[in-house]
């Protein structure tokens, strides 16, 4: 009969492990997914952003020289992530492909003029910054005219904050559910010994003597659920890597280490903390409540 009794109980006692590392297992994969996501909406929003081009138009009266000196200029700009000339002849090319017939047989001559395809960085694509660097170059005499699609990056910015805006909400609130489900298992796990916390306590043990081998096996737990969950985000990175390499999703690998690394440290600290919290409710409660 003690020997059936002791089976049930140790079965009870690896399906309470099971459960905790389950739980941790799937809230940190799911997290992790997030963290990789946030990083990657941000890398897509500049990327996306890089792409708008403010095309600068120099007059017919500048020579070589002044193209040159304009090209040396922006090459040691902070602002620009790429630049390209692009000569009138080949502006020209480009609109014959594009309408399908050669305008200057008609026109006679090539009204288009030399300019420069400048890409900005991220962080320049911005209604203030951009308009600073349009100032800016504004002042050189030969520039004829600069154009960008101003409400395009006006739409970006706006929709990036709002977008922004509810992936901190979705990540706080995804948060707060993992703590709850994390902390709700790890109490079912200390709640069946709670008898074995208030015997020890009774015989004269010290509560950070009965709290310790909770919060060890706890940590333990935590970390083969996080190690699961790290394994886990590996294999999905790998697999999206593999399948959409323009995802750039392994690029950063200083950010990705970070990220499993704060995966890993979130699985120890909550189960260190709610242990903590739940062999203390335990250990402060009188014998006849404990039923």
Not at 146 to 175: A, C, E, P, R
């Amino acid at each position: 009969m003690a020997s059936n009794f002791d089976k049930f109980q140790k079965r009870r006692l690896i399906s309470s492990y099971f459960s905790v590392v389950l739980s941790v297992f799937l809230v940190l994969f799911l997290l992790g997914i997030l963290g990789f996501f946030i990083i990657n909406s941000k890398k897509l929003a500049d990327d996306f952003k890089e792409e708008i081009a403010m095309t600068v138009f120099f007059k017919n009266d500048a020579n070589d020289t002044i193209l040159k000196a304009f090209a040396k200029e922006l090459k040691m700009a902070p602002f620009q992530k790429s630049f390209v000339y692009v000569t009138k002849e080949q502006a020209a090319k480009e609109h014959t492909d594009i309408i399908g017939e050669d305008f200057m047989t008609f026109l006679g001559t090539n009204p288009l003029q030399n300019s420069y395809d400048i890409h900005l960085k991220a962080d320049y694509v911005i209604r203030d910054s951009i308009t600073k660097i349009e100032s800016r170059l504004r002042k050189n005499p030969m520039i004829a005219d600069i154009v960008y699609d101003k409400q395009l990056v006006n739409m970006v910015n706006d929709n990036i904050k709002k977008v922004s805006m509810w992936i901190l909400i979705i990540s706080g609130f995804l948060t707060f559910i993992a703590v709850l489900l994390i902390n709700s298992s790890l109490r079912l796990s200390i709640h069946s010994n709670r008898f074995i916390i208030k015997t020890m306590q009774m015989v004269g043990a010290t509560k950070s003597f009965i709290r310790k081998p909770f919060v060890m096996r706890s940590i333990k737990l935590g970390m083969i659920g996080a190690g699961l969950a790290i394994i886990a985000l590996i294999s999905v990175l790998i697999y999206v890597q593999t399948n959409f390499p323009d995802l750039g999703i392994l690029d950063d690998k200083l950010l990705v280490v970070i990220v499993l690394l704060l995966v890993f440290g979130i699985g120890v600290l909550i189960t260190w903390i709610s242990t903590y919290i739940a062999t203390q409710r335990f250990l402060n409660l009188r014998t006849d409540d404990l039923y």
